[in-house]
Nanobody, 127 residues
Framework: VQLQASGGGLVQAGNSLRLSCGFSSRYTFGRSAVGWFRQAPGKEREVVAAISRNGRDIYYQDSVKGRFTIFRDDDRNTVYLQMNSLQVEDTAVYYC????????????????????WGQGTLVTVSS
């Protein structure tokens, strides 16, 4: 099973990007809680947002609340991260990760919870 993260790029501050995390297996997608993480140069990886298996329970890092939205598209086996009002501080490599779980309503904001990771997509926000 693979995760394919995509959608990064270079944008000016204030603009938007949508990141995608595609699952190669519908079965795995349906069993997974998903998280988006990011790592800026010289900094540790941090959680951005996380979504439960059922899509109804969601966590956001404080700095992105009101600007970013995480959501699942069951028809496309994909989890998206819609990023609006981007700031220079959002510049990082963004990773998606999946955790197999029987719990429908749990999200997981810690990287150590996840066994499956995508390859990362670079987001660069210019001033």
């Amino acid at each position: 099973v693979q995760l394919q993260a995509s959608g990064g790029g270079l944008v000016q501050a204030g603009n938007s990007l949508r990141l995608s995390c595609g699952f190669s297996s519908r079965y795995t997608f349906g069993r997974s809680a998903v998280g988006w993480f990011r790592q800026a140069p010289g900094k540790e990886r941090e959680v951005v947002a996380a979504i439960s298996r059922n899509g109804r329970d969601i966590y956001y890092q404080d700095s992105v609340k009101g600007r970013f939205t995480i959501f699942r598209d069951d028809d496309r086996n994909t989890v998206y991260l819609q990023m609006n009002s981007l700031q220079v501080e959002d510049t990082a490599v963004y990773y998606c990760a999946a955790k197999d779980t029987i719990l429908g309503a749990s999200f997981y904001p810690h990287a150590s919870s996840y066994a499956l990771w995508g390859q990362g997509t670079l987001v660069t926000v210019s001033s």
